[in-house]
């Protein structure tokens, strides 16, 4: 029986699974692995090797030495290269064709979060359904790439996790989308890094304002924020927060 060739929707929503799922789960019997094969009538074991293709052109991975079969890395890197280049229309693109493929219209899949949407119409309905979109998948990789546990307390209850920028939504657009602009945080230590009373170095510990210091003796401090200084964040397993990001972060969002 001839193979049969790999479309070009295909590799776009294994890739969508690549950005949300962490390296370790990237084998056969992962159960997204297994509905995403039952989604696109392949095998558990097509859909774990595409997703291997796509990790050995990802530079964190090719510096640690991931390698894929050449075939299957040309067809990938250029949906990579998108990825780093149009994250915004790419990433819209992926959970616009995944939709389809499982029988659902974007608005219906996402109706928690276009809930309000109603009085819009034409390419501010469209513009509006785009970002949400996207700023859910955000989290949905973020999330991921902490293994769905905040990066200083390792909370794991995802309700209680937030997808953290590092440099501000408003204030660096290309970046909006960037895993690497995002640590997975609860929501008080996402707050407080929010409003630049906490920190992050470069060797990746937490830093602390005069403003939280000064609120030594309260017993919320002592409880909260005492044994977390200078402890280094847990690290994901891929897409690392970028040392600029968080040199931006301490310059210009940090109370020193």
């Known amino acids: ?14 890739f969508n699974l690549y950005l949300k799922l962490p390296f370790g789960k990237m084998h056969s019997r992962t159960i997204e692995v297994i509905e995403m094969a039952n989604l696109i009538d392949r095998t558990p074991s097509a859909i774990a090797m595409r997703l291997v293709n796509f990790a050995s052109v990802d530079p964190f991975h090719q510096n640690r030495g991931i390698k894929g079969l050449d075939g299957g890395k040309k067809q990938c890197k250029p949906i990579f ?17 995944l939709a389809r493929l499982e029988g659902k219209e974007l608005d219906e899949k996402y ?20 970002t949400r979109v996207n700023q859910s998948l955000f989290r949905k990789i ?8 905040c990066a200083i307390s390792e909370i794991d209850i ?18 909006r989308l ?4 995002g640590i997975c945080l609860n929501n008080l230590y996402d707050k407080a890094f929010d409003r630049g009373l906490i920190g992050i170095n470069s060797d990746y510990s937490i830093l ?9 003796k309260k017993d919320y ?23 600029s990001f968080l040199e931006y972060h301490l310059e210009h969002c940090f109370k020193k």
């Open 142 to 149: 973020v999330l991921s790439n902490y293994n769905t546990k």
């Open 1 to 14: 029986m001839k193979r049969r060739r790999w479309t070009q929707d295909e590799f776009i929503v294994v």
């Open 208 to 216: 602390f304002s005069d403003q939280l210091k000064n609120k030594y």
């Open 158 to 175: 995802p309700a209680l996790l937030v997808a953290s920028h590092i440099k501000p939504w408003s204030e660096d657009e290309a970046n």
């Open 81 to 97: 290269e998108k990825y780093i280049n149009d994250r915004e229309n790419l990433m819209y693109e992926s959970e616009k064709i």
């Open 221 to 243: 401090f002592k409880k909260y924020f005492e044994p977390i200084e200078y402890k280094k964040i847990i690290l994901p397993e891929k897409f690392l927060p970028e040392i």
């Open 111 to 130: 109706k928690e979060n276009l809930f309000d949407i109603n009085d819009y119409d034409g390419l501010t309905k469209e513009r509006i359904v785009k």
């Open 178 to 181: 960037n895993p690497s602009n």
